[in-house]
């Protein structure tokens, strides 16, 4: 319920209604929130069909399925729209959600029953809107969604501090949720931003610093911050990416 899903064995499947099945295999650690990746031949659109054998025009009808095993499950967001599918030569990004989703607001609901029954009852999902904020905690119901924090607790919220300087290097510090993946960037101005190496000061492995951290447990995290690169001004501000 809100986990990234990794099963062993188990597929993306893109579907036009005809012919035509794209599939590709779960891969975790494919890039930072990613566990699948389709290349779908495209056409430039110059002919009035909608599928050649050769390749598939960008407003081609299509639906995306989850196989695992023998069961073939209908994701929340199965209907592509054309904007779902990137032209050709370009990349689009499509989460899956494994669920039901009875009112299409965006949150399965499962999760939506168990935030009602942490809230205390006496609502329906369609009470439960992505965007409102049930904990008063400056995120949306979506945003909690997202991160895996939980809706109800106002004190669970998705945050990045500061905890020191070490060197002209920051010591920060937040929750990484299991299965979430986090990149930091910095900004000398909150203007432009940009993304940051850090190193776990815990994991001596780490030394060399990295680009983003994929987290297998859920637990608080320590990162100390390179420093910028020649002629890169100092970073003073950050924010903290979850996918």
């Not at 794209?22 to 599928?51: C, H, K, Q, W």
């Not at 049930?134 to 949306?140: Q, R, V």
């Not at 510090?173 to 986090?182: H, K, L, M, V």
């Not at 390179?226 to 903290?240: I, Q």
Request: no cysteine; aromatic share 6%.
């Amino acid at each position: 319920m809100g986990n990234p899903f990794n099963s062993p064995g188990a597929e993306v499947l893109l579907e036009t209604g005809g012919p035509t099945r794209v599939r590709s295999a779960l891969a975790p650690g494919t890039e930072p929130g990613v566990n699948y990746r389709l290349a779908i031949p495209m056409d430039s659109g110059a002919t009035a069909d909608l599928y050649k054998p050769t390749a598939l025009r960008p407003t081609v009808p299509f639906r995306l399925r989850v196989q695992v095993g023998n069961v073939t499950y209908l994701p929340i967001e199965m209907t592509g729209a054309a904007h779902l599918v990137a032209r050709p030569g370009g990349r689009s990004r499509v989460d899956l959600t494994l669920g039901e989703d009875s009112d299409g607001d965006g949150l399965p609901d499962a999760w939506e029953r168990a935030l009602i029954q942490m809230l205390g009852g006496g609502l329906n999902l369609e009470d439960i809107r992505p965007e409102d904020d049930s904990d008063l905690d400056g995120l949306s119901n979506l945003e909690e969604y997202l991160a895996g924090t939980y809706a109800f607790d106002p004190a669970d919220g998705f945050s990045l501090a500061i905890l020191a300087t070490s060197a002209d290097q920051p010591v920060l510090e937040f929750t990484a949720i299991r299965g979430r993946s986090y990149t930091l960037h910095g900004s000398a101005d909150m203007h432009d931003w940009t993304p940051v190496r850090f190193r776990l000061p815990a994991d001596p492995a780490s030394a060399v610093g990295r680009e983003h951290l994929t987290a297998t447990e859920t637990r608080l995290i320590r990162a100390q911050v390179g420093a910028p690169a020649d002629g890169e001004s100092a970073w003073r501000f950050f924010k903290l990416q979850v996918r």
